[in-house]
């Protein structure tokens, strides 16, 4: 299956959850491509002892999971992209929701 996931939020737990249920489509043999947007470029600063994001985002690249970050969404909190997080657009968000048979948002 090809499943994309849009995150949103900058609640660690929602967002840990998020990478959770990607790491394990990744596992089950299923393409998966993940958008930040909003609040969801934040990601990167929430994880803490109890919900080790940076650890899961890591699981997800590792696995050849696509990880996109909105580049205006990022510009508007004086953020970079990073190698981990690249930069992408609202064109590369519409490729994901029509390319992929299932789209959650998070």
Request: glycine share 6%; hydrophobic share 40%; aromatic share 6%.
């Amino acid at each position: 299956m090809k499943l994309g996931i849009i995150i949103y939020s900058n609640d660690a737990e929602t967002v840990w959850n998020a990478f959770r249920l990607a790491n394990t489509g990744l596992t089950a043999g299923d393409e998966v491509r993940v958008f930040l947007l909003g609040k969801g470029v934040e990601c990167e600063s929430l994880s803490n002892d109890k919900f080790k994001i940076l650890d899961a985002m890591q699981e997800f690249v590792s696995k050849q999971g696509a990880l996109l970050a909105c580049g205006t969404c990022l510009k508007l909190r004086n953020q970079q992209s990073t190698e981990m997080c690249p930069l992408s657009t609202m064109k590369d968000l519409r490729t994901l929701i029509v390319e992929c048979e299932k789209v959650l948002t998070f």
